[in-house]
């Protein structure tokens, strides 16, 4: 059973002031596919908080699905935390996001999302809306069993994070 970690980046989100309806939406494409949500947080847009939350989430996860903080507002800087703490960028992931989400509209160009590996898990930076969240995950949702599988040891031993 594939384990997956939520975190959701808003400020207002992480001081109560705003129902984390994105999170919730990625909650139940994920029980959808099959899959069982290890842990859930939710951090303020801060570099710091978003870096320590993704590693430790990694440890335990599969597949980490980070919602929000990816456009191009002064404290959007969910892509820059991922960055910081990815091992290996999966740009494909995000190019067929963006490519397939300005077919619906237009502004998904301001995307500036990041997908990698950390260890043996996958983090993939998804939008804050839950309508963008429900189609990027139906883009990449194909290829998240087999990049699991690859990260799991297929070719090759893969330690977890300490």
């Known amino acids: 059973m594939m384990r997956v970690a939520i975190l959701t980046v808003s400020d207002k ?49 599969d597949l980490v699905l980070t919602t929000g903080g990816t456009g191009i507002a002064p404290r959007d800087v969910t892509p820059e935390a991922t960055r910081a703490v990815i091992q290996k960028e999966l740009p494909g992931i995000t190019e067929v996001m963006r490519l397939k989400s300005v077919e619906v509209a237009p502004t998904a160009m301001l995307s500036r999302a990041v997908a990698g590996t950390l260890g043996c898990a996958l983090i993939v930076n998804l939008p804050g ?8 995950l139906s883009f990449i949702k194909p290829a998240i069993p087999h990049a699991l599988e690859l990260l799991r040891g297929e070719g090759g031993e893969c330690g977890r994070t300490p």
Request: hydrophobic share 35%; glycine share 10%.
């Open 129 to 136: 809306s839950p309508k963008a969240v429900r189609e990027c």
């Open 13 to 61: 989100g992480s001081r109560g002031e705003r129902e984390d309806k994105s999170g919730a939406a990625i909650r139940e494409i994920v029980e959808g596919m099959g899959g069982r949500v290890a842990a859930y947080e939710i951090v303020p847009d801060e570099r710091p908080q978003i870096e320590s939350a993704l590693r430790r989430m990694a440890q335990n996860a």
